[in-house]
């Protein structure tokens, strides 16, 4: 009895991600054969279709899931404690100047070993 009732249900939810798929695409077709209606009408029309589909999605368990996942992310960035500006700039620029410092020391260093490979190879660089 449980095998048959979980079959429905993922068979619902195939049938509702289809119908989302339908409208999204439908929307699209719509939107270009419908290119000579005013840009309004067609906006209106298009973010009504979204609409529709959002709210046909969040009706899945994985439209739920991702609903959930977003609150909480929302949740969890309200946490978040953000660097003042001097912050920001400071640890920028710490940034810039190790990124400066160690792009010459490769830089030396690749010259040293070109020039100790050229000297065992005897090639000239």
Do not use: H
């Amino acid at each position: 009895m449980t095998s048959n009732t979980e079959n429905q249900g993922k068979a619902l939810e195939t049938v509702k991600w289809v119908l989302v798929a339908i409208i999204l695409i439908g929307t699209v077709i719509g939107n270009n054969i419908f290119s000579e209606e005013s840009v309004l009408i067609r906006a209106v029309a298009v973010i009504i279709a979204a609409v529709i589909a959002g709210g046909i999605a969040l009706q899945t368990s994985k439209g739920r899931n991702a609903l959930e996942f977003a609150s909480e992310s929302r949740t969890e960035v309200r946490k978040v404690v953000w660097p003042t500006r001097q912050e920001a700039i400071q640890t920028t620029l710490i940034v810039l100047v190790v990124t400066a410092f160690m792009a010459l020391v490769l830089w030396g260093l690749d010259g040293i070993l070109v020039r100790v490979v050229a000297f065992i190879t005897d090639v000239k660089v």
